[in-house]
């Protein structure tokens, strides 16, 4: 990727809740999306996607009694560039916790789960390894989310390419999710598949549930002092809790 989408403080979440293409989007059911007796898989590059972009889409699968795969892909050891307080090393133990924790914290213990180890950042020079570990995971038929092929974060990018790969040689079906789009993008924006973008419903309880999840990504969290930086500072955080989740439906 040549140009990096992602800076500066991005779009605001007013001019989302305003979008005309968010308000005019269909909803879809989860459970006819993945039927009884599907097992979905979700595939999260960085240890906190999976809640970011599917934290609502894993507790409406769960109560519907889906089976589900967790695939981790890095651990995000590269989170916190330059930072005297979380090094890679640091990170590389506490972020894979974290996200156990906010999996629990959505009432999904005892998840299945495989990691891949695979480095942060370097996702797209090894996307042939990452589309067949993928690949050795996945079962025809299955139902596979993962971040969207032009996401705009290299790693989203090529984790939504590979598992495109990976789902298209085994039989899976593979729809994408959007998270780092919500920040460069804006409304009814060309770059952005729309026509193939459904709205799932989150009910209160689950949004109360997704956010309070979110909260034990604390090394994304806090404002780092050697930095300066927070990864994830309130107003990002917040544009990824709202009242519904969108996935990009396989064209
Ligand atoms: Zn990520």
């Known amino acids: 990727m040549t140009t990096n989408l992602i800076v500066g403080a991005g779009t605001e979440l007013d001019h989302w809740n305003n979008a005309r293409c968010l308000t005019h989007m269909p909803h879809i059911d989860l459970t006819r999306l993945v039927p009884d007796g599907v097992r979905a898989v979700i595939i999260a590059p960085h240890p906190d996607d999976e809640i970011l972009g599917c934290g609502g889409v894993l507790q409406l699968l769960h109560a519907a ?23 890679p090393e640091r990170l590389r133990q506490v972020r894979p916790q974290e996200s156990e924790e906010a999996v629990t914290r959505l009432g ?4 299945n789960w495989v990691r891949g180890g695979f480095e942060d ?16 995971h996945l079962r025809p038929g299955d139902v596979v989310f993962a971040t969207w092929r032009e996401d705009g ?4 990018d090529a984790v939504g390419r590979a598992s495109s790969r990976a789902a298209k040689a085994v039989g899976a079906t593979l729809h994408e999710v959007p998270i780092w789009a919500w920040h460069w993008a804006h409304n009814d924006d060309p770059r952005v598949p729309w026509k193939r973008a459904r709205k799932v419903a989150l009910s209160p309880y689950a949004i109360a549930r997704k956010r309070y999840a979110a909260q034990a990504f604390t090394s994304q969290l806090e404002h780092d002092p050697s930095t300066g930086l927070a990864v994830l500072p309130a107003p990002v955080l917040e544009r990824l809790l709202q009242p519904f989740e969108v996935v990009f439906l396989q064209e």
């Open 65 to 87: 009694g889906r089976s589900l795969l967790l695939m981790s892909i890095t651990d995000g050891t590269a989170s916190h560039p330059g930072s005297a307080q979380w090094t």
């Open 108 to 111: 999904l213990s005892g998840l």
């Open 121 to 136: 950042t370097q996702v797209a020079s090894s996307e042939d390894a990452v589309s067949d570990f993928i690949k050795q």
């Open 153 to 156: 974060h290299s790693d989203h």
